[in-house]
């Protein structure tokens, strides 16, 4: 069926792109299945890919149907064992039998890897399937649970908590405590959030500590059908993404503020909000929005819309950040830009990337070998189908072990890179945030440190925002940067390599703080002679590995 040979070329193709597997799925041509009913298949299969990739290799099916390749093997699996309709085959179609005459045996190592795993049940099997998808290892454990499970799940696979910030364009907190949520029970940490989430959703709220007019709720919340939430009195918005406004820390008088790559939109409005409640300021600054995707900038004004922002953002539909004219009107005047480039997203929660697949591998080392299907003759020995070697051992490392997932960082580190040196040669900027929802180090520390050692850098008198310096909620979020690999990174620089780790703020996707994976670090610049402003980041030649 054309259906599984669809969602096989999805899988099988290596992508450089940074969209998503849905936008992948739906923006493909020539595909004979419903977009649909492919996203769905190819989706769920993903997310269970490494307790199937188990399962077929314990049954050893791809040793008895050498045909079958390991991505059919995984998408007919799943339909066959957790999809409610089975295998979307005729009776008699080839790769319906070739799964079907398999059925006991994938059925008993299914069972075995949830036993295994210590799940009571397949329901809380795919619970568990969910967390892994969800949020990943690390979310702590309650004392009040002590054999470690709810409902047969890990508790360190919980959800995400729901994080909505409240427009203060619009409204304000204290507003919507007492209307919005005013049947809400208010307590004292994140780790209360999740812990509700397996049971009925609960009218518990948490008042962010860190950021201002920030609140969590349980993931299964839905207040999207809310009138408060159709007339943009509040935004779904992760805590972590809030973090790069909240750092810019953008003054009254320090001129106009930058949205380099605004759409789809909540940092450019958060931004809009944090200044509309500076104190004091007689004129606000102007906010321009760049984007140059004219699709994705139709969204962005839509957001801009229903945020109640218009009057303070002016939105540059198809403008490419890096063909600005610094010193141009109205560039010149910019005193402050919020970068959060294209990357990997390897922090986002739920990502549906195609490269977290886990194949099952005709390699796989077994004790037994598959009967072969012909009688067998005395004397003859029959030797396995499959190689009888043991699996290869991959050892952890900082590095992504995929070389293409290798490729594709080093392009986006390039790209993001190029974006933050651009903004050092604005000429009256004064302040940059620069974050990702990535948790490499190629895409976060790295480009930092590299920026930090470029010539613009040092001739346009540009240094890292000390943790000291910070605004208070920032001074007081824990999570800071890989020291390691800032050592090796200005190791022949000169620069503190402990001070600008301290400087960087990450999130960890699952966690106990309940964030998605994020970095963001924040550059001011010390104003040097007038001749030192002269240099564009057109003269920047590289690094001098002797400086």
């Known amino acids: 069926m054309s259906l599984y040979y669809d969602a096989a070329s999805i899988l099988s193709t290596t992508d450089r792109r940074c969209g998503s597997l849905k936008s992948r799925v739906f923006g493909a041509k020539d595909l004979k299945s419903t977009p649909a009913q492919l996203f769905a298949l190819v989706s769920e299969a993903s997310k269970w890919s490494f307790i199937l990739k188990e399962v077929i290799e314990k049954s050893q099916i791809l040793a ?13 699996v799943h339909d066959l064992l957790l999809a409610r309709k089975g295998v979307a085959a005729a009776a008699t179609h080839p790769l319906r039998l070739v799964i079907v005459r398999h059925k006991a045996r994938l059925q008993a190592e299914l069972t075995k890897a949830r036993l295994k795993r210590g799940i009571s049940s397949l329901e809380a099997l795919r619970e568990y399937v969910a967390g892994q998808n969800g949020v990943n290892d690390g979310i702590q454990t ?8 709810r409902h047969g799940v890990p508790l360190k696979l919980m959800p995400h908590p729901r994080w909505i910030r409240i427009n203060v364009l619009k409204t304000s907190l204290e ?13 004292e940490t994140v780790d209360e959030i999740i812990n509700t989430t397996l049971k009925a959703p609960n009218k518990i709220i948490h008042i962010d500590k860190h950021m201002p007019d920030l609140i969590a709720l349980s993931p299964a919340a839905d207040l999207s059908t809310t009138s408060a939430y159709r007339k943009g009195l509040f935004i779904f918005q992760d805590k972590a993404s809030c973090f790069p406004a909240y750092l810019l820390d953008s003054q009254p008088k320090g001129g106009d503020c930058l949205d380099a790559c605004a759409a789809p939109g909540n940092k450019t409005t958060h931004l809009a909000a944090l200044i509309h409640n500076t104190n004091g300021a007689a004129q606000k600054p102007r906010i321009w929005a760049c984007e140059r995707d004219k699709v994705r900038a139709q969204t962005l004004q839509k957001m801009v819309d229903i945020a109640g922002a218009d009057k303070l953002v002016t939105i540059k539909a198809g403008q490419d950040f890096l063909r600005l004219d610094p010193e141009k009107e109205p560039w010149c005047s910019v005193g402050a830009l919020l970068l959060d480039p294209s990357c990997s997203g390897s922090g986002i929660v739920g990502r549906d990337e195609v490269h977290n697949i886990v194949l099952p591998s005709r390699e796989t080392f077994i004790t037994s070998t598959p009967p ?13 189908a499959v190689p009888s070697h043991p699996e290869k051992k991959i050892a952890a490392s900082d590095e992504p072990p995929d070389k293409n997932l290798r490729d594709r960082l080093e392009s986006l580190a390039t ?4 974006l933050l040196l651009h903004a050092f040669a604005f000429p009256q900027a004064r302040r ?10 190629q895409e976060n520390e790295e480009v930092i440190c590299k920026a930090l050692g470029s010539l613009i850098a040092r001739h346009r008198g540009w240094r890292i925002l000390r943790r000291d310096q910070q605004v208070s909620g920032m001074q007081a979020w824990d999570i800071r940067g890989d020291i390691e ?5 200005l190791e022949s620089s000169g620069n503190p390599a402990e001070e600008i780790a301290e400087a960087c703020i990450r999130c960890n996707k699952g966690t ?11 550059f001011v610049r010390e104003m040097l002679d007038e001749e030192d402003k002269v240099l564009s980041e057109e003269e920047w030649e590289g690094f001098d590995d002797d400086k």
């Open 512 to 522: 106990k703080e309940g964030t998605q994976g994020f970095f963001v670090a924040a």
């Open 372 to 384: 072969s299907r012909k009688r067998k003759r005395k004397g003859n020995t029959v030797q396995s």
């Open 142 to 149: 309650t004392q009040s649970e002590s054999d470690g499970t």
């Open 485 to 489: 690999a800032c050592k090796v990174c």
């Open 415 to 418: 790209f993001q890179l190029k």
């Open 175 to 187: 507003e919507q405590l007492a209307s919005t949520f005013s049947g809400y029970r208010c307590v």
């Open 432 to 441: 940059i945030t620069y974050s990702t929802c990535s948790t490499y180090i």
């Open 64 to 76: 008895y149907e050498r045909k079958l390749s390991p991505t059919l093997a995984l998408l007919l």
